[in-house]
């Protein structure tokens, strides 16, 4: 079946050092492809999102490029502030069924 | 504040107890969608539902869960004889579209603890 896998955590940075959290899929069909972002005792938030292969979501310093040739869908940012300190999910949505679904997550913490 | 809300955002209960979840989607959001979360794990899909109907359902327990979301109120999932093991953070979610491209708006979630 569909799945999403995500590097595991957690990653610890210091502020303003770079970021990338892996983030590939398998999925028959071309799935619509998602980050969200929870903070602490907090729901998801949508972070970006990319419909199409080639597609860049971004937001918020963040962004994520949809590769269908190797299926991924990594999120990067150039430097990062202790708010981003958060859980970030990656999830895909659309190849036949009804629900998203979610990788594990990956927890981020950046000290001051 | 026009987000997703649910309540009870905690909740006690022993062994054998029910427990019963509320959730209202975004104004004018008609997909609603329930997750679970079980420490430190990802999001687990549970339901997805739309004014009546349940569409999909294949993440559920057979036994014990259920889920409604009526014409009118709130959508509600249902535990029935829970054990130690529903102890989660039960997220619910609302969209205005549906798959595929529907983006996802969470509730802050309720947890629940078995005794």
């Known amino acids: 079946g569909d799945s999403v896998t995500q590097m595991e955590g957690p990653v610890t940075l210091s502020e303003e050092a770079f970021l990338t959290i892996n983030c590939t899929y398998t999925?028959?069909?071309?799935?619509?492809l998602f980050w969200y972002v929870q903070y602490p005792g907090e729901g998801l938030q949508l972070l970006l999102k990319a419909t199409k292969a080639d597609d860049k979501g971004s937001n918020k310093g963040f962004e994520a490029t949809y590769r269908k040739e190797t299926t991924s869908f990594h999120l990067e940012k150039g430097s990062v502030q202790v708010s981003d300190s958060a859980v970030y999910f990656c999830?895909?949505?659309?190849?036949?069924?009804?629900?998203?679904?979610f990788g594990a997550g990956t927890r981020l913490f950046v000290k001051a | 504040n026009a987000g997703v809300m649910q309540n009870p955002r905690h909740l006690v209960r022993r062994r054998g107890q029910e427990a019963r979840l509320r959730c209202s989607p975004v104004k004018g959001h008609s997909h609603v969608y329930w997750y679970r979360q079980l420490p430190e794990e990802g999001l687990k899909f549970m339901v997805y539902?739309?004014?009546?109907?349940?569409?999909?359902e294949s993440g559920m327990p057979k036994e014990r869960f259920s889920a409604e979301f009526p014409k009118e109120g709130p959508s509600i999932l249902r535990i029935q004889q829970v054990v130690r093991g529903d102890s989660a953070a039960y997220f619910c979610?609302?969209?205005?579209?549906?798959?595929?491209?529907?983006?996802?708006?969470f509730g802050e979630g309720s947890r629940l603890t078995v005794l």
């Open positions: 979610a609302s969209s205005i579209q549906g798959p595929p491209t529907g983006e996802l708006f």
């Open positions: 539902l739309q004014k009546e109907n349940i569409i999909d």
């Open positions: 999830a895909l949505s659309g190849t036949g069924g009804f629900k998203t679904i």
């Open positions: 999925a028959t069909g071309y799935p619509s």
